[in-house]
């Protein structure tokens, strides 16, 4: 399983950036998809991840200003984040939960990272 993540960049305190992510190669189930941060020094982190059946989950300091979803068909998963912090600064790596043909429990997979900056 292969995940590619786009967008991200540079922008200002206040303003919007959307994230995608999208898994190829040999995929049986995904349980869930999401995104993790890491600023630096600090340990990587759960933003929001969303369930095959759509339950998202989203980190305290991000409720009410990032929105996840999901596209299960093309495989793919979008944050979209508004009011974006200097505090929201960090590389966002995409993750997937993806259970093997034959398995009961799935294994995490992970894109190459993203960086978002918000200056202030």
């Known amino acids: 399983v292969q995940l590619e993540e786009s967008g991200g960049g540079l922008v200002q305190s206040g303003e919007s950036l959307n994230v995608s992510c999208v898994a190829s190669g040999t995929i049986y189930k995904i349980h869930w998809m999401g995104w993790y941060r890491q600023a630096p020094g600090k340990q990587r982190e759960l933003v929001a991840n969303?369930?095959?059946?759509?339950?998202?989950f989203y980190e305290e300091s991000v409720k009410g200003r990032f929105t996840i979803s999901r596209d299960v068909d093309k495989k793919a998963v979008y944050l979209q984040m508004n009011d974006l912090k200097p505090e929201d600064t960090a590389i966002y790596y995409c993750?997937?939960?993806?259970?093997?043909?034959?398995?009961?429990?799935?294994?995490?997979?992970w894109g190459q990272g993203i960086q978002v900056t918000v200056s202030s």
């Open positions: 993750c997937a939960d993806h259970i093997p043909d034959g398995h009961k429990y799935g294994f995490y997979y």
């Open positions: 969303m369930t095959i059946n759509g339950e998202a």
